[in-house]
């Protein structure tokens, strides 16, 4: 099986501006940027979306969540607020098989979004 293009970038085979990382998880700009603000964080562990996550990923679950908002505040989104969006399966919008977190801000938010 081949890697995702996010495990490429964890392993660094392709650069990417990375913003944080832990044992657990990675942070970096998102190349297609929907917001001034768009960053992508994913678990070092391959987990295609949040769908085949399982109980024992509990841990490293509440852990994306609680550094994501920790990458939030490196990038000064705190103050002003930002949204948080994980995408499961094409209709859901996910364009690649690797779960991970989108960090948007810098611009008011509208709902429901397009």
């Known amino acids: 099986m081949s890697q995702t293009l996010f495990e490429k970038i964890i392993a660094r085979q392709i650069p990417a501006d990375i913003v944080y990382e832990d044992d657990a998880v990675l942070a970096f700009r998102d190349i297609h940027p929907q917001a001034p603000v768009h960053v992508l964080i994913v678990p070092k562990k391959s987990i295609p979306r949040i769908a085949e ?11 994306l969540l609680l550094s994501a908002a920790k990458v939030a505040e490196l990038v000064g989104l705190k103050p002003g607020g930002y949204r948080l969006v994980i995408n499961n399966g094409a209709n859901g919008g ?21």
Not at 98 to 109: E, T, V, W
């Open 53 to 63: 996550a399982g109980v024992g990923d509990q841990n490293l679950l509440g852990h």
């Open 94 to 114: 996910e364009t690649v098989p690797h779960l991970h977190c989108h960090i948007l801000g810098g611009r008011p938010m509208t709902w429901p979004p397009g």
